[in-house]
């Protein structure tokens, strides 16, 4: 029973978040702490990021980079290496959401998503993904959503559900890329999840109402629903699970609620 205690325990490892300095992104980190990781926070609010870093005590890292510039990802990266000698978990979390009317948009929001939710997780993954290929293992959680590739939500949503749906087929990619190094991709798809956000939605009262007739078991979720199965993927308790994206949604996904 011993080896079942000790899954999430992260002690002697080290982690990297990207939009590490709110919402979702600012509570994997926390988790990591809480479980005993070493982690570097990611985020292109330097100010922001610190602020969280500085509220999670000696091993949390504040590190201000923009993931969509590769120079930088990189350089982040392997200053991070040197430091620690390693990294054993990576969550890509950083992403933006915007509006695209799929019959009149601007090419400025499109381009801002992709290059956030898409060319940013490329280029985390690569920087990170080089270091543990090298060292031979190591768990990369990225950080998709439910209408990513998983179902059709409207509302102007086309762009982000593209992005979020490219980062799915990214996860089952890198995934068959890097087994044999001993590196294992996974993502999560969160539903309706109360963050910074989802702040206009969870506002709108008839239309948060609308969602929740949507989710089976009645709520929205919190960000730490999402941490769990977070800290669950990147850990030995998922050892034999790679490739895989794994919905966090109330029921909303497969499951009908007839009351």
């Known amino acids: 029973m011993s080896g079942y205690r000790s899954l999430l325990n992260f002690t002697g490892q080290t982690a990297v978040v990207t939009g590490a300095a709110q919402g979702l992104g600012a509570e994997f980190a926390r988790a990591l702490v809480e479980c005993g990781a070493k982690v570097a926070l ?25 993931v969509t510039d590769r120079r930088c990802v ?20 950083a992403g933006i ?7 009149d948009f601007e090419e ?42 998983m179902i059709g939500l409207g509302r102007a949503g086309s762009a982000y559900g593209m ?13 068959a890329e890097w087994a044999s190094q001993g590196v294992r991709v996974n993502a999560v798809a969160p539903g309706w999840i109360r963050t910074p ?5 969870q506002n709108n009262t008839e239309r948060a109402a609308r969602v929740l ?23 030995d308790a998922s050892s034999y699970m790679s ?15 007839l009351g």
């Not at 990189?74 to 979390?93: H, M, T, Y």
């Not at 929001?109 to 490329?122: P, Q, S, T, Y």
């Not at 490739?243 to 609620?257: E, F, K, Q, R």
Request: proline share 3%.
């Open 42 to 66: 990611l985020d292109r609010h330097g100010d922001a990021v610190r602020d969280t870093a500085n509220g999670l005590g000696d091993n949390a890292f504040p590190i201000e980079c923009d």
């Open 74 to 93: 990189f350089d982040a990266i392997e200053r991070f290496v040197r430091e620690v000698g390693k990294i054993d978990v990576l969550i890509s979390n």
């Open 97 to 103: 959401h915007r509006r695209v009317d799929p019959l």
């Open 108 to 149: 400025a929001d499109v381009d801002a998503i992709f290059n956030v939710n898409l060319k940013g997780c490329l280029n985390v993954c690569g920087a990170v993904g080089k270091s543990m290929v090298q060292q031979g293992r190591g768990s990369i959680v990225i950080i998709s959503a439910l209408g990513g590739g």
């Open 163 to 175: 992005s979020k749906g490219g980062v799915v087929a990214l996860t089952r990619d890198l995934a």
């Open 197 to 201: 956000m989802t702040s206009a939605l």
């Open 213 to 235: 007739k949507q989710v089976p078991l009645g709520r929205w979720g919190e960000a730490e629903d999402v941490a769990k199965v977070v800290l669950f993927l990147a850990s």
């Open 243 to 257: 490739g895989h994206t794994i919905p966090v949604d109330g029921g909303a996904l497969n499951v009908i609620s």
